[in-house]
């Protein structure tokens, strides 16, 4: 839970994720940490006003309705914004070291990826995913971006399994440390797709045998970020500003 950022169009008062049906009059308890934040934290009482959240029915103010710190209610005043989810864009990963496996979700959730995959590949180095803690940094990433919508960090699932039961409809983008295939941005703007994935690799990359079985797949397209080898992180971040530069939401700013 963030403070809203300043200038023009910003929220009124503190931005909050809530997992709960948004209408107006609504009605809505809070947890803990949440009325903590709000009554002892940013120090709001019974009418002070915030901005929140759902993912699904847009942006809403809301009033305090009952200050207390453990237990604080709002009420549902009015829709500031729409609902306005990202792109159709999954970005599927390997984790890494813990500090780096956040930034990939924080700067993914702020670059517009509707879900968020970890992959355990024969490489990965971190296997031990806390979804918890990694759907809290989307949700806050959310809060400080002004975002109307926080991904979903879907389960942990082994490389083989994902290509197993992927749906041959969303084209997967595949970054190939080999840089023997097309430059990402004209990969995508040859095979342009509104259901669309981003595929980054672990410290170390795929085994030939991983990268042959990618390659195989009718629904994977190979494509390379540049002349450099870049961390797992910096691919993320790059390979999702690509695609949205060309075929994203990005286009119509």
């Known amino acids: 839970m963030t403070e809203e950022l300043t200038g023009a169009g910003a929220p009124e008062g503190p931005r909050l994720y809530l997992n709960e049906p948004l209408a107006s009059g609504a009605e809505i308890g809070l947890g803990r940490d949440a009325s903590n934040y709000l009554i002892a934290v940013m120090r709001?009482?019974?009418?002070a006003?915030?901005?929140?959240?759902n993912g699904e029915d847009g942006e809403w103010r809301a009033q305090i309705a009952t200050a207390h710190k453990r237990a604080a209610q709002l009420r549902i005043l009015e829709q500031r914004r729409p609902?306005?989810?990202?792109?159709?864009?999954?970005?599927?990963?390997a984790p890494i070291k813990k500090a780096r496996t956040d930034f990939i979700v924080e700067k993914a959730t702020e670059l517009g990826c509707r879900r968020i995959l970890p992959i355990t590949t024969r490489r990965t180095q971190s296997e031990r995913v806390n979804l918890e803690r990694l759907q809290a940094h989307a949700i806050e990433a959310a809060e400080q971006c002004e975002l109307v919508f926080a991904p979903?960090?879907?389960p942990p699932q082994r490389l083989d399994d994902a290509l197993a039961s992927w749906d041959p409809a969303?084209?997967?983008f595949f970054c190939d440390e080999a840089r023997d295939a097309r430059p990402m941005s004209e990969a995508v703007g040859a095979q342009p797709h509104e259901s669309a994935a981003i595929l980054i690799g672990p410290e170390g990359g795929f085994t030939p045998e991983e990268r042959e079985k990618l390659l195989r797949q009718p629904f994977v397209t190979p494509a390379t970020l540049g002349p450099r080898i870049l961390r797992a992180d910096t691919a993320a971040a790059a390979a999702v500003s690509i695609w949205q530069d060309v075929q994203g939401d990005w286009r119509g700013l």
């Open 44 to 47: 709001l009482g019974e009418g």
């Open 49 to 53: 006003v915030c901005t929140v959240f």
């Open 83 to 93: 609902a306005a989810p990202p792109p159709d864009l999954w970005l599927l990963f």
């Open 152 to 154: 979903d960090v879907a």
């Open 170 to 172: 969303r084209r997967l």
